[in-house]
């Protein structure tokens, strides 16, 4: 089992940024891909950016690009997602997650077998 619990959601202005935290247990999680997801009210979930083991290669989405900045701290256990320059088109729960191994496309969210529970990033315009 592995528990994954995000943190650091809440509140901007647009132009804003705010950083996301993942804490992960349970799991060896330096071996592990993370990915974090979003989920605006009344629209499927989505992928926003993913890192591979060792925080060496990185994947965004088009819509985050220039914007977001995934990282991982494996001696902490926890990945980050710094995001700047929000728009309120950016309101939405974010999730984090843990992908299986050896799966290739890092923006499926049935490549990834545990989630968190969600924080909610709310930008006001």
């Known amino acids: 089992q592995v528990q994954l619990v995000e943190s650091g959601g809440g509140l901007v202005q647009a132009g804003g940024s705010l950083r996301l935290s993942c804490t992960a247990s349970g799991r060896t999680f330096s071996s592990t891909g993370m990915g974090w997801f979003r989920q605006a009210s009344g629209k499927e979930r989505e992928f926003a950016a993913a890192v591979n083991w060792n925080g060496g290669t990185t994947y965004y989405a088009d819509s985050v690009k220039g914007r977001f900045t995934i990282s991982r701290d494996n001696a902490k256990n926890t990945v980050y997602l710094q995001m700047s320059s929000l728009k309120p088109e950016d309101t939405a729960v974010y999730y984090c997650?843990?992908?299986?191994?050896?799966?290739?496309?890092?923006?499926?969210?049935?490549?990834?077998?545990?989630w968190g529970q969600g924080t909610q990033v709310t930008v006001s315009s």
């Open positions: 997650a843990s992908r299986r191994p050896f799966t290739g496309d890092v923006a499926r969210p049935s490549n990834y077998d545990y």
